[in-house]
């Protein structure tokens, strides 16, 4: 499986964008739960948002929790990251990642990574 993200940019804050991961390769549909990660400057990457391979079940960290909204198109092969009232907290590269198995935020539990898209947000 390959996965690519894009949609990244700058944006002000209290602005909005959203991301895309487009996978290839293995049978996508229903195979996959999808999660995004960032990670800042400096800091560890962390867990943000992930769907489960139905796409019946999201679960989010509280820093984003009500302002971002996963979503996916298994007919696109496409999973989505709606980023609203964004905050300059929010700058990070984003990145997306595939897991076989449970919905998880756990980042060593994902199989396959696509390469960072940069969010930028100014103050």
């Known amino acids: 499986v390959q996965l690519q993200a894009s949609g990244g940019g700058l944006v002000q804050a209290g602005g909005s964008l959203r991301l895309s991961c487009t996978a290839s390769?293995?049978?996508?549909?229903?195979?996959?739960?999808m999660g995004w990660f960032r990670q800042a400057p400096g800091k560890e990457r962390e867990f943000v948002a992930a769907i489960s391979k139905s796409g019946g079940s999201t679960f989010y960290a509280d820093s984003v929790k009500g302002r971002f909204t996963i979503s996916r198109d298994n007919a696109k092969n496409t999973v989505y990251l709606q980023m609203n009232s964004l905050k300059p907290e929010d700058t990070a590269v984003y990145y997306c990642?595939?897991?076989?198995?449970?919905?998880?935020?756990?980042?060593?539990?994902?199989?396959?990574w696509g390469k960072g898209t940069l969010v930028t947000v100014s103050s």
């Open positions: 390769g293995r049978t996508f549909s229903s195979s996959y739960v």
């Open positions: 990642a595939a897991d076989s198995f449970v919905l998880t935020t756990r980042s060593h539990d994902y199989d396959y």
